[in-house]
């Protein structure tokens, strides 16, 4: 088995594989550790760190995170949705870690397991045998060297490099949500004190929305996902636009007074999209190299291992039981398509303005039908959905 790429999908994926006995190889084109964004967890996401066998080193980096809340632009009033109200009450929270920290337990973790792990390794061409009969892989390692790779089956986990996606011309942005994103690490944020510290908030303002995610070493993850309309009109450096961009929302300046830049602002276009094929006779598609999201969910990381847990369950049935290999596909498809469709199919995020009945004294339930702030999580997905995949509380239901 071959995979390409070594983040949470592939390494998960890689693991999985080599754990049920298969012979495996994983591509990574860097070395870890290295900068991801994509930093806030899902409640979902801790049960697969168990099955993987690396819940304790998670628990370790992370800070935990109880509940999700919603910023008004106007005047700093919040949303919050508890985890511990979703219907799984044993799942209450889940964590904020740093991808380059968690990225590097889990490709390690795949290395223990028996995987063969290969970094500074580019995927570069892949030829195909005809179904069921492998793939051929060329790669690139960093000193120009070029090595090829034969395999029954090969896992695409390259993220938004989307090896597969590209080459097999079956990429599709969501042209009702092509946005753009900027964002950097910052010292020195005011934070929630307590059991709230490690929440993640999410500030709305006219051009799309902010994340603000606190990491255990001090450091906040702060990113603006924006129209790119809107990133066309700079005129100054990326660093310059985004502490620009953050003083248009008074809510977040705020809680940044002070604080300073930890590293490069850096910034990404075309940020959701999603594949006409999740597999084929010898390739399968895992996490964003088959869909990217809008991140306002967190579910990029919960959605890429539960992907990577479903290609080796599917790869397993194809080749331990060939007869039923065309129904493990069609599984696998389905349940591709289950998730990212619900979000893509309307996330429309960052058109989204509060209705002000929703940040009107403690109200629970605004009964209202607009896409606004309280009522977001339900209306996308429905309120029972989107408690049972995110962990979101009762309180969204309209």
Request: net charge positive; charged share 20%; proline share 4%.
């Amino acid at each position: 088995m071959l995979v390409i790429g070594g983040g949470p999908a592939g390494s998960t994926a890689a693991g999985m594989l080599a754990q049920r006995g298969f012979r495996v190889a994983l591509l990574e084109k860097a070395h870890h550790p290295r900068f991801h964004i994509g930093e806030s967890l899902l409640p979902a996401n801790l049960p697969l760190f168990e099955q993987f066998g690396v819940a304790n080193e998670v628990r370790a980096i992370g800070i935990e995170k109880w509940a999700a809340e919603f910023i008004s632009p106007s005047d700093g009033r919040r949303q919050e949705f508890e985890f511990a109200g979703c219907w799984d009450k044993s799942m209450p929270f889940a964590y904020q870690v740093r991808r380059s920290e968690l990225d590097t337990i889990l490709i390690r973790r795949a290395g223990f397991l028996g995987a063969q792990v290969f970094e500074g390794c580019r995927a570069e061409d892949v030829e195909f045998a005809g179904e069921g009969r492998g793939v051929r892989v060329v790669a690139n390692l960093e000193d120009g060297t070029s090595c090829a790779w034969e395999a029954q089956y090969l896992v695409d986990a390259s993220g938004r490099d989307t090896f597969l996606g590209n080459r097999l011309h079956s990429k599709r942005r969501n042209k009702k949500h092509n946005s753009a994103a900027i964002y950097a690490h910052f010292t020195g944020a005011r934070r929630h004190p307590g059991k709230r510290e490690g929440n993640i908030s999410i500030f709305w303002f006219d051009h799309g929305w902010f994340w603000f995610i606190p990491l255990a070493d001090g450091a906040t993850s702060v990113g603006a996902v924006v129209w790119p309309r809107y990133l066309k009109t700079r005129e100054v450096s990326v660093e310059e636009f985004f502490l620009a961009t953050i003083a248009q929302c008074p809510p977040l300046a705020e809680v940044l007074e002070g604080a300073s830049l930890a590293g490069e602002v850096q910034a990404t276009g075309n940020y959701s999209y999603t594949c006409d094929r999740s597999c084929g006779g010898n390739y399968f598609l895992v996490g964003d190299a088959y869909a990217f999201i809008d991140p306002v969910f967190s579910s990029g990381v919960m959605l890429a291992m539960q992907s990577a847990v479903a290609a080796a369950d599917a790869i397993e049935s194809c080749l331990r039981e060939p007869a039923l290999a065309a129904s493990a596909r069609r599984r696998f498809d389905r349940m591709m398509r289950h998730g990212p469709r619900h979000f893509l199919g309307s996330s429309t995020a960052s058109r989204i303005r509060p209705c002000a009945r929703c940040f009107s004294a403690r109200e629970t339930l605004c009964g209202c039908r607009k896409r606004c702030y309280h009522c977001l999580p339900a209306t996308f997905l429905g309120a029972r959905r989107f408690g049972v995949l995110c962990g979101f509380s009762k309180c969204c239901i309209t």
